[in-house]
Structures are given as C-alpha cells and as structure tokens.
C-alpha cells in the first residue's frame, strides 16, 4: 500500500534535549511538507521541499531543522530552541508538476510529541 | 496573496438533517481548492477538490461542494449527516504564487447531535 508513515505515534522528551521526527513516503512524491497542530488551531507550516537535497523556511521555523537526502524521507528535528514544542506534527506530501497547482496533498497519521 | 476563511470555527447539527460548512477563499489566478477532514488524533484525508472543472464537487462519504467565483465561495454540503460525520473539516487553497504551499483555513469543528 502507497501512503506516509510517520514514527512514533507518541513520542515524550525532556525539556533541553533535541528529538527527531521521522517521516517517510512511497508514493514518488518530489514535494513533501511539516507542519504542526495546536489545540483548537489549524495547520501552520514549518519546512517544505520541493526537491532532494532542498528545502525552505515555513511561517514557524524557528526552533526546528529538517534534511532531504532521499526523496522518500523528510525527518523533522525539534530543537531546545523551540519555546513550545509539545503539540501535533503532521507530514505531507504531494505530487510537483510545473506550472499546476491542482495536486492534493497526502497526510501521514501524526506524531504527538510532548514535552516536559 | 491567497487565503481562505472558514466562516465557523463550530457547528452542530442532529443526525439525519443538513451540513453546511461555509469556506470563502480570496486569490488572484483561478484557484485549487480542497475540503479535508481529520478525526481526533489522526492525519487529514481529502474529501474532494476542485481543480476548473466541474463547479458542482463530488467527494467521499456524501459530501459535496459547490465553486462560486461570483461570491468566492467553496461550501461544503452533505443531506445528512452521521454520527460518524464528527471531526474537523479545513478548506484549503493552493498557492499560485510560484511555491508548491497550500493555504489552511483554521478548520471547522463539526458536532453531529443523537
């Protein structure tokens, strides 16, 4: 079965310490995004990238840092620089074709991460 | 710049009667525009889009939504809605400025009532 997967499903840190979000795609997708989830809220952007070995800056990148190396995997670091960085993570990816824009995005199932 | 507006941010409904879930959107070029849902604690899934095609949407599930340029305007519509209908809908529209971004409204809650 095509889709993404994100692990964990539940991940917990202390306060100070660095941690990675997995996330991984099979659908051949070039564009692939992260964004979190606070209560009550919608979706704000954090990183995304269009291509391997590029990315760019969402509306709340500071405090977390990601790489693309391979075209399937997109892993999100949440650094002790972000103030508040217990909430939902969400992964996506979608397909880029030159010029359009009618491609939907494909959501994997979330990380909760919570720290204290 | 694009934008969408979710109308409400909650509504509630009885089993068996309408859903309405107002989504206004406002964009320079013709736009992309998506209805998701998302159960509690889980990923968003695609309902439907609407890509200058056909104005009148068909998803899954029953729901439907209708294109309206003249009141820029995305709805989203189902006859009747289940108990199983309850999550969180956000309207979305693609970025036609040149990145590959999309656009989140701030999502509407969806109560279904026994």
């Known amino acids: 079965d095509g889709g993404i997967t994100q692990s964990p499903k539940y991940l917990f840190r202390k306060e100070g310490q660095n ?27 954090i990183y995304y990238s269009q291509i391997v070995n590029d990315f760019q800056k969402g509306d709340i990148a500071e405090g977390y840092s990601v ?3 391979k075209k399937e995997s997109f892993p999100l670091t949440v650094t002790s ?3 508040n960085p ?5 992964c996506a990816s979608s397909i880029v074709i030159t010029g359009s824009h009618s491609y939907e995005q494909y959501f994997g199932p979330g990380t909760r991460l919570t720290v204290t | ?24 959107y406002s964009s320079s070029y013709s736009p992309s525009l998506f ?8 990923g968003l899934q ?22 309206k340029k003249s009141e820029t305007s995305f709805h989203l519509t189902k006859p009747s809605a289940h108990m199983s209908d309850a999550a969180e809908y956000f309207c979305v529209v693609s970025d036609t400025s040149g990145t ?11 109560k279904v009532l026994a």
Not at chain 2, 49 to 65: D, P, R
Request: net charge positive; with cysteine; aromatic share 12%.
């Open chain 1, 19 to 45: 941690v990675t979000l997995s996330c991984e795609q099979n659908l051949n997708h070039d564009a692939m995004y992260w964004y979190r989830q606070d209560p009550g809220q919608g979706l704000r952007l």
């Open chain 1, 67 to 69: 790489s693309r190396e």
């Open chain 1, 81 to 83: 620089a972000q103030k």
């Open chain 1, 86 to 90: 217990t909430a939902f993570y969400l």
């Open chain 2, 1 to 24: 710049a694009q934008s969408v507006t979710q109308l409400d941010s909650h509504v509630s409904v009885s089993e068996g009667t309408p859903v309405l879930l107002r989504c206004n």
């Open chain 2, 35 to 42: 209805w998701y849902v998302q159960h509690p604690n889980k």
């Open chain 2, 46 to 67: 695609l309902l439907l889009k609407y890509t200058s095609a056909a104005t009148l949407v068909k998803g899954i599930n029953g729901f439907e939504a209708e294109f």
């Open chain 2, 100 to 110: 590959y971004k999309y656009i989140f409204g701030t999502g509407t809650r969806l």
